[in-house]
T-cell receptor
């Protein structure tokens, strides 16, 4: 089946630094990618939806200047957490889909810890 | 608030035990319902789904029935194996093909 590669799987950084997370579709063209975040004991929450070549659509309450999403090609989307702070520590997961009726494929997630 | 509620884990069972992981949802209308599974170190994978009331989704011995009366989609398996140890996420379809997830339930099956 289709594979989505997400890395890094874990990152620890100091407060104030920026962190980039990559999400790649390995054997299909991802027209749409989704970024989720999960805080401990809470639901996996959708942060934003990105379509290749256009600006991402952010969910209510998600700061677009804080969570920068780039979907410049059909196989790569990146999420950059700008000037990360401890409250940004969370588990981030990407998912990708080829077309609106196709299955959704998920990355394995990135655990971000901001000290 | 969250519109998908699933039982809190971890759930620890012995091999061959019966499994139930409860999931309830709130929604207007009748959304599609899903169970996803995440094995250690891997991405979430679709386990099964049901698209309308009274549908039963099934895969790998797991089953879940779409119950509109109780707005539930409980996951069941008659005899779990150690290889079923994973995190299970209940989800419902939302607007514009988005998915709304529960918190996930960690299942640990001991030999």
């Amino acid at each position: 089946g289709a594979v989505v590669s997400q890395h890094p799987s874990r990152v620890i950084c100091k407060s104030g630094t920026s962190v980039k997370i990559e999400c790649r579709s390995l054997d299909f063209q991802a027209t749409t990618m989704f970024w989720y975040r999960q805080f401990p004991k809470q639901s996996l929450m959708l942060m934003a939806t990105s379509n290749e070549g256009s600006k991402a659509t952010y969910e209510q309450g998600v700061e677009k200047d804080k969570f920068l999403i780039n979907h410049a090609s059909l196989t790569l989307s990146t999420l950059t957490v700008a000037s990360a702070h401890p409250e940004d520590s969370s588990f981030y997961i990407c998912s990708a889909r080829g077309s609106s009726n196709e299955k959704l494929f998920f990355g394995s997630g990135t655990q971000l810890s901001v000290l | 608030g969250n519109s998908v509620t699933q039982m809190e884990g971890p759930v620890t069972l012995s091999e061959e035990a019966f499994l139930t992981i409860n999931c309830t949802y709130t929604a207007t209308g009748y959304p599609s319902l899903f169970w996803y599974v995440q094995y250690p170190g891997e991405g979430l994978q679709l386990l099964l789904k049901a698209t309308k009331a009274d549908d039963k989704g099934s895969n790998k011995g797991f089953e879940a029935t779409y119950r509109k009366e109780t707005t539930s989609f409980h996951l069941e398996k008659g005899s779990v194996q150690v290889s079923d140890s994973a995190v299970y996420f209940c989800a419902r379809g939302g607007a514009t093909n988005k998915l709304i997830f529960g918190t996930g339930t960690l299942l640990a099956v001991q030999p």
